[in-house]
């Protein structure tokens, strides 16, 4: 852990506008006036900004054409967000291979962008206050991997190799590796830089489970927020942070907020457009287009299990390929263009199942599908389910 922290305390400073105006903005009687020269004086920064606010991400009816404006529609704390997320999109993994594990510059970027997309999705829904802090946390969470990436890669593609063939988190094989996992050193790259504390806390606990007793702390919420995000983001398939599964007890979370499935669902179909909108934001494309994993043609599907949480990540998974779930009964299926059911042995109907087969509707058997898999209890692996769905639903 000694000779991460060091390698931590290696790495540059923020640039000096960004600093500086971090600085400012802690103040709560901060001098609008020199943040707006801070950033004048820096004429890259000051172009992102206005690019950024002109954005279809904010939707401002006027054009936005000087710093002055950009701090009055974006508030002071608007701005040092937009300006940490600037800044952090720019931070570089140094030289790594041309593929590791799957885990390149703008795939990582693109996981990362989703993930703050989601948070600023979720925080709005949940009415949990200003989104933006939520967004720019949910946009750093993993930046403690472009540590790893950066000084240990040989290390760190052992680990994740481990993680995509043994059933261990990634964050538990980082801590047996280094001593510490990519939050903790996300944690101390944020202090090196001087990020807001509340940033930083959400940088810290995005894996921590959320405690059943007492009110959490406002950085507790976001923090829960963040890794609501992360593993809805990789249900998405939207980029890659290296974890190949999703952790079914952040299902708690939702339920604990009180979430309805159908809400998430409906978040799932819109959020790959919103997404590319961050992306053409912040200047980072995919080399493809759109979602990879939907099936070429939308038809209906449904899900029918009598495990409660596999059943939600089942039908997370139906929707993100682009599927409508509809309720599985004699009438429904027999009145519409089917995919399939995802099922078990036990709940369905004997009549019901009659009725699929006569209609020539695939069963995908969940549970015989997970034997098949490494992973195992409360980790799913996502793409995998993916590929499995994709390839025994009707098309």
Not at 301 to 308: D, I, K, Q
């Amino acid at each position: 852990m000694t000779l991460v922290l060091q390698k931590v305390e290696e790495i540059p400073p923020l640039p000096a506008a960004v600093q500086r105006i971090i600085q400012l903005t802690q103040d709560v009687e901060a001098d609008e006036h020199e943040i707006i020269q801070v950033i004048s004086l820096d004429e890259a920064l000051t172009a992102r900004i206005l690019h950024v606010a002109n954005s279809a991400f904010y939707g401002f009816s006027q054009r936005i054409a000087t710093v002055s404006q950009a701090v009055m529609v974006l508030g002071l704390r608007g701005l040092r967000n937009l300006t940490l997320g600037i800044a952090a999109i720019g931070f570089k993994f140094g030289k790594p291979k041309q593929d590791v594990f799957g885990v390149d510059r703008v795939d990582f970027w693109r996981h990362s962008m989703a993930v703050a997309t989601i948070s600023n999705e979720l925080t709005k829904l949940l009415h949990y206050g200003e989104a933006d802090e939520t967004f720019v946390g949910g946009l750093l969470h993993d930046i403690g991997k472009v540590v790893f990436l950066g000084f240990f890669e040989d290390e760190y593609c052992e680990v994740l190799s481990k993680s995509a063939h043994s059933d261990r988190c990634l964050f538990e094989l980082e801590k047996e590796m280094f001593g510490i996992d990519h939050a903790g050193v996300g944690r101390e790259l944020c202090r090196h830089w001087n990020i807001p504390p509340l940033l930083t806390r959400i940088v810290a606990n995005h894996h921590l489970p959320q405690q059943s007793k007492g009110s959490p702390s406002e950085e507790d919420r976001r923090a829960f927020l963040v890794r609501m995000a992360d593993n809805l983001a990789r249900i998405l398939q939207i980029g890659n942070d290296g974890e190949p599964c999703v952790e079914m007890d952040f299902l708690k979370l939702i339920e604990s907020n009180h979430l309805h499935l159908s809400e998430l669902n409906q978040l799932l179909v819109e959020l790959p457009d919103q997404v590319a909108k961050v992306e053409s934001l912040f200047e980072l494309q995919a080399d493809k287009e759109g979602n990879e994993m939907r099936c070429p043609k939308s038809k209906v599907a449904g899900v029918v299990l009598s495990h409660e949480r596999e059943a939600a990540i089942a039908s997370m998974g139906l929707v993100t390929l682009g599927h409508t779930l509809t309720p599985v009964g004699e009438e429904s299926v027999k009145s519409a263009d089917w995919a399939g059911v995802v099922t078990d042995d036990n709940s369905l109907t004997p009549e019901l199942r009659v009725v699929l087969e006569e209609r020539q509707i695939p069963l995908l058997n969940f549970p015989s599908w997970r034997e098949t898999q490494i992973q195992k209890g409360a980790r799913i692996p996502v793409r995998s389910m993916h590929m499995w769905m994709k390839e025994h639903l009707a098309h």
